[in-house]
C-alpha cells in the first residue's frame, strides 16, 4: 500500500476505504510527532486517537493541496498544540517578580519533558541518547529535526509540518546540528 492508493480512494470518495489504508500507515508516525510536542506516553497515545478521528471527519475535505502526510503532520501538530495550550501552568505574575527560581523558570519555558522518543514497544538506548540530546534543544528545533532526520521529511514537508517557511527550517536545522555537536562534545 502506497499513498497513490490512498489517494485514489479519496478521488473515487471512498472515505472509509482510504481511512482503513491510511491508519496503519501514519499512526505511528503520528504517534513520534505527538510525542516530540507532547513529551508524555498517555498525552501521545491520546493524541493518536484525537488526531485519527479529526483526520476521519475531514478526509471529505481534503483538497489534494498538500502532501497526504504533510496535512496530517498539521492536524497533528495543531492537535497537540492546542493540548499544551490547555495544559499550560497558570501562575501568576507576581509569583515570579521576586526572585524567581530556576526549577520554575525551566517548568514554565519548557513544560515537563520526559526522556523516551520512540514508540513505547522500542526500547533502544541509543534512541533514549538522542531524546535526552532533543530534550536540551530549544523545542522548535527539536521539532525541525524530529520531522526531517526521525520521520526522514523533505525540507520542504518540514516546512509545511511547521508552518514556517522553507529557509527557515534550513536554519533551525543548521544551528540544531551545531547545538548537538556542542552537546556531544561537553559529555565527552
Known amino acids: 500500500m502506497?499513498?497513490?492508493?490512498?489517494?485514489?480512494?479519496l478521488r473515487a470518495r471512498e472515505f472509509r476505504a482510504a481511512f482503513e489504508l491510511l491508519l496503519p500507515r501514519y499512526r505511528d508516525h503520528v504517534?513520534?510527532?505527538?510525542?516530540?510536542?507532547?513529551?508524555?506516553?498517555?498525552a501521545a497515545e491520546?493524541?493518536?486517537?484525537?488526531?485519527?478521528?479529526?483526520?476521519?471527519?475531514?478526509?471529505?475535505?481534503?483538497?489534494?493541496?498538500?502532501?497526504?502526510?504533510?496535512?496530517?503532520?498539521?492536524?497533528?501538530?495543531?492537535?497537540?498544540?492546542?493540548?499544551?495550550?490547555?495544559?499550560?501552568?497558570?501562575?501568576?505574575?507576581?509569583?515570579?517578580?521576586?526572585?524567581?527560581?530556576?526549577?520554575?523558570?525551566?517548568g514554565v519555558a519548557h513544560g515537563a519533558r520526559e526522556s523516551a522518543f520512540a514508540a513505547p514497544d522500542q526500547d533502544d538506548s541509543a534512541l533514549e541518547s538522542v531524546a535526552r540530546l532533543l530534550d536540551r534543544l530549544p523545542e522548535r528545533y527539536a521539532q525541525a529535526v524530529t520531522l526531517f532526520y526521525m520521520e526522514d521529511k523533505s525540507y520542504e514537508q518540514t516546512a509545511a509540518s511547521l508552518g514556517v517557511p522553507l529557509g527557515t527550517v534550513k536554519a533551525m536545522l543548521h544551528r540544531a546540528r551545531k547545538r548537538l555537536v556542542e552537546l556531544v562534545e561537553s559529555e565527552q
Request: aromatic share 10%.
Open 31 to 42: 504517534y513520534r510527532l505527538a510525542w516530540s510536542l507532547l513529551r508524555d506516553q498517555a
Open 46 to 106: 491520546d493524541a493518536v486517537q484525537d488526531v485519527m478521528l479529526r483526520v476521519w471527519r475531514a478526509l471529505p475535505g481534503y483538497n489534494f493541496k498538500a502532501a497526504l502526510g504533510t496535512w496530517i503532520y498539521a492536524i497533528t501538530r495543531n492537535s497537540c498544540l492546542s493540548e499544551l495550550r490547555k495544559k499550560r501552568p497558570q501562575v501568576p505574575l507576581e509569583d515570579y517578580l521576586d526572585h524567581p527560581d530556576e526549577d520554575q523558570l525551566e
Open 2 to 9: 502506497d499513498e497513490a492508493d490512498i489517494l485514489a480512494r
